[in-house]
């Protein structure tokens, strides 16, 4: 069985301060690991990708397998950083399928 | 291209009354499938199909019927609509295979749906 917890529902920080948003995750095979984004009244989108190492908007997350986890950092946060971010897992043996966390929800203040 | 189309945008229903919830897609995707956001619940999978003709069950089936006639359509029925499946429903696909890496899943802009 696989399982991808996001631990806070809700965060704040303040705009220029550091932000992480905490994703951890059990399967017993190799995952591949998403960050996806809802901005406000919008439709979800693909933000970062484990396997292609990039950073989006500032932002990037690293797989560490000994912890499990897929936590997403951005250095400064800006208020436009404010969404529902959720961290998902595909299966290596699943055809598409994503499993996903509850969400955090960002709020980035002034 | 126009993406994942989903209609209607918003809809009021009466306990009882059945309805069926539109996702089409212009993208030649293999894989569709059906999500419900809830508050505190994240994204719960109710159907997904991996092509034209098959269909699997998610987390959440109870309620709901799909099928997949076409590569392009994918509709979510609602058999007897229950307060309880008040929700936003989220209708993504995608590629499979190698492709999917590249590009994940694409949603539709969700039908926000309340039962009364």
């Known amino acids: 069985a696989q399982r991808v917890t996001q631990p806070e529902k809700l965060l704040s920080v303040f705009k220029g301060a550091p932000v992480e948003l905490k994703c951890n995750y059990s399967?017993?095979?190799?995952?591949?690991l998403f960050w996806y984004v809802q901005y406000s009244r919008q439709r979800l989108q693909l933000l970062l990708r484990?396997?292609s190492r990039e950073s989006i908007k500032g932002f990037t997350a690293d797989l560490n397998k000994g912890e499990t986890s897929f936590h997403l950092k951005k250095p400064f946060a800006q208020e436009e950083d404010s969404a529902m971010y959720y961290c998902a897992l595909r299966r290596g043996s699943t055809l598409g399928r994503l499993y996903f966390g509850r969400g955090t929800q960002l709020t980035v203040w002034p | 291209n126009a993406g994942v189309t989903q209609t209607p945008k918003f809809q009021v229903l009466k306990t009882g009354q059945s309805m069926t919830l539109q996702c089409a897609q212009d993208m030649n995707h293999e894989y569709m499938s059906w999500y419900r956001q809830d508050p505190g619940m994240g994204l719960r999978l109710i159907h997904y199909s991996v092509g034209a003709g098959i269909t699997d069950q998610g987390e959440v089936p109870n309620g709901y019927n799909v099928s997949r006639s076409t590569t392009e359509d994918f509709p979510l029925r609602l058999l007897s609509a229950a307060p309880s499946q008040t929700s936003v429903y989220f209708c993504?696909?995608?590629?499979?295979?190698?492709?999917?890496?590249?590009?994940?899943?694409?949603f539709g802009s969700g039908t926000r749906l309340t039962v009364v």
């Open positions: 399967y017993s095979g190799s995952p591949e």
């Open positions: 993504a696909s995608s590629p499979l295979g190698t492709d999917f890496d590249n590009y994940g899943y694409t």
């Open positions: 484990h396997i």
